[in-house]
DNA sequence: TTGTAAGCGTTATCAC
DNA sequence: GTGATAACGCTTACAA
C-alpha cells in the first residue's frame, strides 16, 4: 500500500543503501544521484517507516510524556510548554494520561519502554502507591526519565517542581500578616508528595507562631472538583468553625470556597481570605480575582528540558531542581500596610 | 540494554518462534512451555519492541489525534473523550498539536504516515489553507482518517461535528423572541467551515426576518483570547454603536464581552444578550452565569470512533455526521415567557 | 561514489 | 507442539 525505500530506490536506479543516504542527507553520494533520489521519493510520496527506522537506529526520536490527565488547566499548560520545548529539540512527543489509576500508569510505562522512547518526563499521582517499583522499568531498559511537578521519593530520578514548601510559607506568611489565625488547606492526598509540601508548610510555619494546625483543617479533597469543594466548604461552614483563611489546591476549588463564603455571608477578604494556586483562569473571569501561588511553568519545563538532555547525551545523573513561585495578590487576601502592622 | 525476545527464548530453552507464540496468548503452544516462557519473561522484565512488532505485524496499534492546541478547554476536553475511547477499543492514541500552523500540521501528518498510524482523527484549523492536499498523504498510505469537530471541505473524509448551523439558529431565534435585533458575532476567521457555518445561522435568520447582517457585525478575532475580545468588544462599544446580542466563540471571550457591557454601564440582560459556545466552565466560577450553546462532546467522539472503526475494519468509506446541540439558558439571556410573546 | 549484506526485534509460514 | 527461516523496511559497515 505504501511505498517502500525499495521502490524508490528501484525508481531512482540505485541501490537501497544510497537512497538511505540521499534522503538522510548524509555525505558520501553524490549530488546528482542525490538529486534523483531525493526527486523521486517526493513524486511517489515516499514517508520513511518510523518503525523500521527506529529499530534500525536504534533510536526513536520519541519523548514519552505522562501526566494524570490532559483537561486540567495545568496539565495542559504544562504540555503545551513541554510540546514546545521538544519540538524545537527535535523530537516527537508521545503523550498519555494515566487518570491517577496505578494500572494504566504500569501501563504507559510499558509502552514508553515498548516503543523505545529516548526519554521520558513523568508526573506523578498514585497516591499511596506504595510500590512504584514499575517505573523502574525505564531505568533497567536504560532510559532516562525526569519526574516533574510531583515525584515518588521511592524511586532513583531526578524531579524539578515548584518550590511549593517555600512558596506555601510565603503565602502563609503573607496571612498571618493580614491578620489571619484560623487556616484551612482544601486539596488532594497527602500521600502525594506535593501535597505534602504544602500542608508540611502550613504546619511548620504555624508551629513557629505557636499556632496548631489540626487534622481537621486539612480537607481532603478526593478529587480536586468545584463540587466537591463546595460541599466540602459548606459542611465546614456549616458546621460553625471559625475560618478565616484557606489555602485551596486550584482555581476551581478556591471559588467554590469563595461561594460558599458568600453563601454564608461572610465577607472576603475582609472576613476570611482565600489564596489560591496557579494563575491559570483570567482573574477578570471570575467571580473573584483569585490571590494565588503562581507555578513557573516555563521554567519547569527549561530545568526539567536540560535535565534530560543531558541525561541522554552525556548519560548524566541529572539533578533535581526547585523553582521558585510567585505571590500573586489580588481580591482574595486583605491588603497588607506596612503602617497598620505596628 | 533491553532483553529481546531472543534473551527470553535462550533463557527459556525454546525457540524465538514459540516464545513468541507463547507470549501473544496463542494457540499451539504446550501450557507447560507457555507457563515457562511467560515467567522467564516476566523474570527478565521483557517488554515487546513496538517498533519490531508493528514492522512484522503491519500494524501498529496506533490511532493518530491532530488538535490545534492542548491548552483550550474544548480541545482538551475532546481529547479525554476520545483517548477514554479509544483505550476502550485497545488503541494507543498519539496525540499531536498543530498550534494552527501549516508546517506543523504538514509534518505531523508526515508523522503519522511514519509510523503507520491505523486511523487519524483530525481537527483541521488551518484558515485560508487553499491547498490542503497533503492530507491525502494520508489516504495515499490507506490509513482512514475522520475530520472531527470541522473540516476541509477539499478533502474527501467523513467529518463528524456539532451541527452549529441549527445550533446558532436556535439562539439567535431564542434572542429575537427575547427582543434582541442588532446582532454581533465574535470569533474566528470565517474562512474556517465551523465559522461559517455560524455566521451564515445568524445571517440566514435575520434574513428570514428581513434583518440585515451586516459585514462589520463580525469581529473577527485573530485569537479567540480574552484581552482579544476585550478590546475588540470595548472599541465596538466605544464606537456608539448598539448592540443588544453578541454570540462569542468561547466562555473566555463571552466573558470579556460581559465585562465590557459592565464597564460601559450596559445591562445584560435587560439591555443585552450574550450566548456563549461549550458548557466547560463552571458556571458557577463566572463573572456571571453564561448563557451557551453547549456542543455533545460524548457523541461526537462516539460516532467518530464508531466510523474509525468502520472504515479500518471493513474498508468503509464513512459518513459524515452533524451532532445536535443544546442550548442552554442562564443570566446572560433575558427570560422567554410565553404569555409575554402575545 | 556506489552496492552488498548483515543486522535491528518481531511475526508468520512452514516443515518436522 | 516446536523450531528453522524468511519476511517487515530501514541503517550501516564494509567491499567494490
Do not use: W
Not at 532513583?156 to 517542581?161: G, I, K, N, R, S
Not at 502525594?192 to 505557636?210: C, E, F, P, T, V
Not at 545523573?317 to 521558585?324: A, E, M, Q, T
Request: hydrophobic fraction near 40%; aromatic fraction near 8%; charged fraction near 25%.
Amino acid at each position: 500500500m505504501s511505498v517502500s525505500l525499495r521502490d524508490i530506490a528501484k525508481a531512482a536506479q540505485v541501490s537501497e543503501a544510497t537512497a538511505s543516504l540521499s534522503l538522510n542527507g548524509r555525505k558520501g553520494v553524490n549530488d546528482k544521484t542525490r538529486q534523483k533520489v531525493i526527486e523521486t521519493a517526493k513524486k511517489l510520496g515516499y514517508v520513511s517507516n518510523g518503525n523500521a527506522r527506529s529499530l534500525a537506529r536504534k533510536k526513536s526520536g520519541l519523548i514519552g510524556v505522562m501526566i494524570p490527565n490532559i483537561s486540567n488547566l495545568f496539565y495542559s499548560n504544562l504540555v503545551r510548554h513541554i510540546e514546545r520545548a521538544l519540538r524545537d529539540m527535535g523530537y516527537k512527543m508521545i503523550l498519555v494520561t494515566t487518570e491517577s489509576n496505578i494500572n494504566y500508569e504500569k501501563e504507559m510505562i510499558r509502552h514508553f519502554v515498548s516503543f523505545r522512547v529516548e526519554g521520558a518526563i513523568i508526573y506523578p499521582s498514585i497516591k499511596q502507591n506504595n510500590n512504584p517499583e514499575y517505573i523502574n522499568l525505564l531505568k533497567q531498559n536504560g532510559i532516562p526519565m525526569v519526574f516533574i511537578g510531583n515525584y515518588y521519593p521511592e524511586i532513583d530520578a531526578p524531579h524539578v517542581m515548584s518550590d511549593l514548601y517555600k512558596g506555601v510559607k510565603e503565602a502563609v506568611d503573607y496571612l498571618f500578616i493580614t491578620g489571619c489565625r484560623h487556616f484551612y488547606y482544601l486539596g488532594g492526598c497527602k500521600s502525594i508528595i506535593s501535597n505534602q509540601m504544602k500542608l508540611n508548610a502550613i504546619r511548620d510555619y504555624l508551629a513557629d507562631r505557636g499556632i496548631e494546625f489540626p487534622d481537621d483543617h486539612y480537607l481532603l479533597l478526593e478529587h480536586t472538583r468545584y463540587e466537591n469543594a463546595f460541599i466540602r466548604m459548606d459542611d465546614l461552614l456549616s458546621s460553625g468553625k471559625k475560618v478565616d483563611a484557606v489555602i485551596a489546591a486550584d482555581a476551581f476549588s478556591s471559588l467554590a470556597v469563595f461561594n460558599v463564603f458568600q453563601k454564608k455571608g461572610v465577607k472576603v477578604p475582609e472576613e476570611a481570605s482565600i489564596i489560591s494556586f496557579d494563575n491559570l483562569l483570567y482573574p477578570d473571569v471570575c467571580v473573584t480575582r483569585l490571590s494565588c501561588i503562581e507555578q513557573d511553568l516555563g521554567s519547569i519545563v527549561n530545568c526539567t528540558m536540560q535535565n534530560l538532555q543531558a541525561m541522554i547525551q552525556d548519560g548524566s545523573k541529572g539533578v533535581s531542581h526547585l523553582s521558585p513561585t510567585k505571590l500573586i495578590l489580588r481580591d482574595t487576601t486583605k491588603q497588607y500596610l506596612a503602617a497598620e502592622k505596628k
